[in-house]
């Protein structure tokens, strides 16, 4: 089932409680500042998580951290009704489950008319970096956050003291200051933090500009990049394997991240198009590649 669809013909099931974000408190209460910023998708993003608020194993003993908050309209205030989250993190051993039908620590829910989330699971901890011995992630969930007439959003929540925070690209951008949180000791063995999402208008093309991007790139380096549709972003794959997941920034050009993935497209006759694609984090990668395969020609 199409993603949007879903949103609009489920039912809810969520619980929540209220509270953090990118939100700033007055007397009147929260009200939204900006939008709460952007992280990268990352390789282990799973579709397909079932619709759950614990996420821990069944046989999970270790200490339980819960994660709430409310999802809020653009302005920052009302809260988005009927709206889709997902979360994804790595196991106790730093790797993802990527192929197990129990979607470990992968889940996902439908929100009510309040616009609350409280899924159920457990620190996460570093993560290592294609294997590296040496080079780590921080401890970080994803989410993944769909509502209709709001920008579809790929943020990533952190935990302060992460002696990893000051060495990543994402958690040390300015942009994921107010995506570092400290957990609240609740009793022993059970944490909780609160992470409020204020969403941005909806900035989405045509479905034609997303028809003529779509399709498969040879890039320069001579490997072959997909470009397609989920949702309103536009994800890629490299290898089969999902990496990452756009929102559109105009002028033919699709951006995510911390604004450190962009991908521009030329589009030519007869369906053709080229792409400049630029990724930078622990090292540049700047490609240029030729549409090789189209999906869908214009009716």
Known sequence: MQRR????????????????GNISMTSRGYV???????????????????LRQNINPKDFGGEVLHLS???????????????????????ADGLYD????????????????DGQYHFITTKPVPEPVDGSPSIFRPAHIHLRISAIGEQDLITQIY??????LDSDPSSKSELSINRVLSLNRKKEKESEIKFDVVLKKQDVPNSELFRKVSGIYKMSNDTMMEFYRD??????????????????????????????T?????????????V???????????????????????K
């Open 98 to 113: 990527n192929v197990s039908t129990d979607y470990l620590y992968r889940g996902c829910q439908k929100l009510g008319r």
């Open 262 to 274: 962009e991908a521009k497209f030329e589009l030519l006759a007869q369906d053709n198009a080229k």
């Open 69 to 91: 908050g409310t999802v809020f309209k653009e302005d920052g205030k009302t809260p988005m009704p009927n709206c889709f989250v997902e979360i994804w993190q790595c196991k």
């Open 5 to 20: 669809k879903f949103i609009k013909n489920t039912g809810a099931m969520v619980f929540g409680m209220g509270v953090f």
């Open 159 to 164: 935990f302060t003291g992460d002696p990893y």
């Open 276 to 298: 400049q694609f630029r990724f930078i984090r622990r090292r540049r990668l700047e490609l240029e590649g030729t549409k090789v395969l189209v999906y869908e020609k214009p």
């Open 231 to 260: 949702g309103d972003l536009l994800f890629y794959k490299t290898n089969n394997q999902i990496w990452g997941a756009l929102s559109y920034g105009g002028n033919n050009t699709f951006i995510g991240g911390v604004n450190d």
């Open 32 to 50: 939204g500042n900006s939008p709460t910023t952007t992280d990268i998708l990352g390789p282990y993003y799973r579709p397909g998580a079932p």
